[in-house]
């Protein structure tokens, strides 16, 4: 079991780390979802930080991806019937 004094030591690391990093300064707490215009803020900040991370992701996965798109369009269309 750890000593009273090595607890100490660990909570006054957290808080120097917590001081020297911001960028958890906008992260959501999972109990308190963020309203649209803080996740519209949110959102601009890191845009301008360089921090915000696009992801992109298919409108029709597994059915129509880019690598044959251009064969699959060039297909007859038949009806689904």
Do not use: T, W
Not at 36 to 41: D, F, P, Q, V
């Amino acid at each position: 079991m750890a000593s009273r004094e090595e607890e100490c030591d660990f909570e006054d690391k957290l808080s120097s780390d917590s001081e020297e990093d911001d960028s958890h300064e906008y992260d959501a707490d999972p109990e308190s979802p963020l309203s649209e215009e803080e996740l519209k803020s949110k959102n601009v900040a890191d845009l301008v930080r360089g921090n915000l991370v696009v992801r992109r992701q298919p409108l029709i996965p597994r059915v129509l991806s880019v690598s044959d798109g251009a064969a699959v369009a060039r297909k007859p269309f038949k009806h689904p019937r």
